[in-house]
């Protein structure tokens, strides 16, 4: 249809790229160009290649667009598939420069990895509007003539059909399968080959193919290449937010088992759903035992004598209580079902240090640390990552200082992904990167590390 080149604006001083009709092209391919011209300048998104300016002259039409430095997402594709965060990235950018374009009453007609732009900065750009079809203009295609490519095109525009914004939502579940997956959602030897499996063949599954793709996200992409219009998402932006929610609960599953693979086997059995209790029951089981240490006591104290001495041995009991709790709070008795708090632990006033202060050394409670850490953990596993973060910073303050018991490094993974779960990715690294420093399950603390920094927008 055309060619492209890079030119110098020496007006502006800046590069440009100029496409220019090949001058043996019909006249509605010049008019064709020329629409694609106004179109363009008429949309201004940050996901489109801007157009500047239009030039027509005897010998054909110039268009002077934006010049993206990079490469297309075919030519990046030819290396394998987007790593899942940059492929979802590039979904989500096309998708959102196609809604902008179908509330302007266009439909784009030839998405594909060839016409998605991806800049050195960063930068996603959806190009080439040239066989897009304005709902209120003329139509200028010659009757018969089938525009766009045929291993993205949907079934009712290989046959001819009506064409509205549905086929661009067809046509981005194709580009998301290929750049997820790094093979073509339709391949064939022939262009007619490809139309007429389009035409003739169910959808293409994204599990056959990526095994370790989330089901919902094969299930939408099959979906979105239904052969029938109505069954597509309703938008662009639609198809890309359950795409993205897709991969977002695969990645929080992982996390989870991740973290109760990291945790210790007590903090895992804790967390079984067969052994869970209801939250009151550790108290209660602690105040029956300590009023039936008071009982015992205060019997052997009175040892069966004056009843006038009642009060006497009551304050006996409070006495001994008190002792055994102290005792049992600096982890002297050995047993560990007394060592969970009796009352719930009240959370400060903020998320506060992302490293809480530790206790000095030989004032820590490791055991009380330890019920604490399986606590939040609990709330990880419920998904309240906000109300993880405060048990867990007062676990870590309670491990003494240049300690080396495996817990403390159990609370700091925890505490880690419970930050990054709560949208703060910069105290989840300076978390993880202490956490790293612990030879104990490091490629797993490196990948939530990696994990963090990309939130953060770090490499």
Same mark, same amino acid.
Not at 101 to 111: K, L, Q, S, T, W
Not at 421 to 426: C, I, K, L, M, T
């Given at each position: 249809m055309a060619s492209v080149v890079l030119a110098e604006d020496e007006r502006l001083g800046r590069r440009v790229a100029i496409k220019r009709l090949h001058a043996d092209s019909p006249e509605d391919m010049r008019q064709r160009l020329q629409r694609e011209a106004r179109i363009g300048a008429s949309l201004n998104h940050p996901n489109l290649v801007s157009v500047f300016d239009i030039e027509t002259y005897d010998e054909g039409v110039l268009v002077v667009m934006e010049y993206v430095e990079g490469e297309t997402l075919g030519e990046a594709l030819r290396d394998g598939p987007l790593s899942e965060r940059r492929g979802l990235e590039v979904i989500s950018a096309v998708a959102s420069a196609l809604d902008h =374009? +179908?509330?302007?009453?266009? =439909? +784009?007609?030839?998405?594909k990895p060839g016409n998605v732009l991806l800049g050195s900065n960063g930068a996603v750009k959806l190009v080439d509007l040239g066989i897009g079809t304005a709902v209120d203009q003329t139509r200028i295609t010659r009757t018969g003539t089938v525009l766009g490519t045929p291993a993205y095109m949907a079934p009712e525009q290989v046959?001819?059909?009506q064409v509205t914004r549905a086929v661009d939502i067809y046509a981005l579940a194709t580009v998301a399968f290929e750049t997820l997956s790094g093979r073509k959602a339709r391949e064939g030897r022939t262009p007619m080959e490809i139309a007429h499996r389009v035409a003739t063949e169910p959808p293409p599954n994204l599990a056959a193919v990526s095994p370790d793709a989330p089901p919902e996200a094969a299930a939408l992409l099959k979906r979105a290449m239904s052969p029938d219009p109505s069954k597509r998402p309703r938008s662009a932006g639609a198809l890309a937010?359950?795409?993205e929610a897709a991969y977002a609960r695969r990645r929080a599953q992982r996390g989870r088992t991740r973290a109760t693979r990291a945790l210790p086997a007590t903090a895992r059995v804790a967390s079984r759903p067969q052994r869970a209790r209801p939250a009151w029951l550790p108290a209660a089981a602690v105040v029956a035992l300590l009023a039936l240490v008071g009982v015992v006591v205060g019997?052997?104290?009175a040892g069966g004598g004056d009843s006038g001495s009642g009060s006497h041995n009551t304050a006996d009991r409070g006495q001994s209580t008190a002792k055994h709790r102290s005792s049992n709070r600096n982890g002297s008795s050995g047993q560990g079902s007394t060592s969970t708090p009796a009352t719930p632990v009240a959370p400060p006033a903020d998320n506060g240090p992302a490293l809480p202060e530790q206790a000095p050394p030989g004032k820590g409670d490791?055991?009380?640390a330890s019920a604490l850490n399986d606590q939040g953990f609990a709330k990880l596993q419920q998904g309240d990552a906000s109300g993880a973060i405060p048990l867990l910073q007062q676990s870590l303050s309670l491990f003494p200082k240049k300690t080396t018991d495996i817990r403390y490094a159990y609370a700091l993974f925890n505490l880690g992904d419970a930050y990054l779960?709560?949208?703060?990715?910069?105290k989840a690294i300076q978390v993880l990167e202490k956490r790293l420093k612990i030879p104990n399950q490091t490629s797993a603390v490196q990948a939530k590390l990696d994990e963090a920094r990309a939130a953060a927008g770090k490499k």
């Open positions: =374009v +179908h509330e302007a009453g266009v =439909v +784009h007609r030839d998405v046959e001819g059909g937010e359950e795409l019997l052997l104290a490791v055991e009380q779960r709560a949208g703060q990715p910069e």
